[in-house]
């Protein structure tokens, strides 16, 4: 069975710097995708940035990046130039095979200090 | 575009009182709709997922149901409310090859 690991409950980066969040995961499928989700305090469920396993190539997204390790099966993201309204819980999910349920990493809390 | 839409966004139920949270999508058709559940400060925890009209399955056993009378229709349903149901609900899209676009999400209280 798929899981998906966040080994960092919380984090805290300082306002302006740079900041990884890490997320393992375990598959025997071959194409698959990755997302990292964003739930402010709102609790809103905001989608930051996916990637597609076939896809040698990190996605980005202005200040969001991905370091997609296929073959170490690890997907952290990188927030660079951290800004207050980054301050939310990030959850690393997975979807893949013939099952488009997502699976959920248990979450990390990222602190953003002014 | 594909939208979603889910109310109200707080609830507050007394013990043993029926419960109904609604979910509707615009921009598609035969959607593949999920409701989960998520605690304080923890992740999200799969609850029904419908893979269209009258289709539902059930992850988790519990005091809940769930209903798909519409194709963009999911509703949430209980006929008593235990003080354990309390927490954020969340409706989501599944987008194939995108991802899940998710409701703004009901906070339900259970007093």
């Known amino acids: 069975a798929q899981t998906v690991t966040q080994s960092q409950p919380e984090m805290s980066v300082q306002e302006a710097e740079t900041v990884t969040l890490s997320c393992t995961y375990d598959t025997s499928e071959s194409d698959y995708y990755l997302f990292w989700y964003k739930q402010p305090p709102s609790r809103q469920m905001i989608l930051v940035i996916r990637?597609?396993?076939?896809k040698q190539q990190n996605a980005t997204e202005n200040r969001f990046s991905v370091n997609f390790q296929k073959a170490a099966k690890s997907f952290s993201l990188k927030i660079s130039d951290s800004q207050l309204g980054d301050a939310a819980m990030y959850f690393c999910?997975?979807?893949?095979?013939?099952?488009?349920?997502?699976?959920w990493g248990a979450g990390t809390k990222l602190i953003i200090k002014p | 575009s594909q939208t979603i839409h889910q109310w109200p966004a707080t609830l507050v139920q007394p013990v043993g009182s029926p419960l109904s949270l609604e979910c509707t999508v615009e921009g598609t058709s035969n959607p593949n709709l999920y409701w989960y559940r998520q605690a304080a400060g923890r992740g999200l925890q799969l609850l029904f997922y419908s893979v269209g009209i009258g289709q539902i399955s059930s992850e988790v056993p519990q005091n809940l149901s769930a209903s798909r009378p519409q194709d963009r229709q999911f509703i949430l349903s209980s006929k008593k409310l235990l003080l354990s149901d309390s927490g954020f609900y969340l409706c989501?899209?599944?987008?194939?090859?995108?991802?899940?676009?998710f409701g703004s999400g009901t906070r339900l209280t259970v007093v």
């Open positions: 990637q597609e396993a076939y």
């Open positions: 989501a899209l599944e987008q194939p090859n995108y991802g899940y676009t």
């Open positions: 999910a997975y979807m893949g095979g013939s099952n488009y349920q997502l699976i």
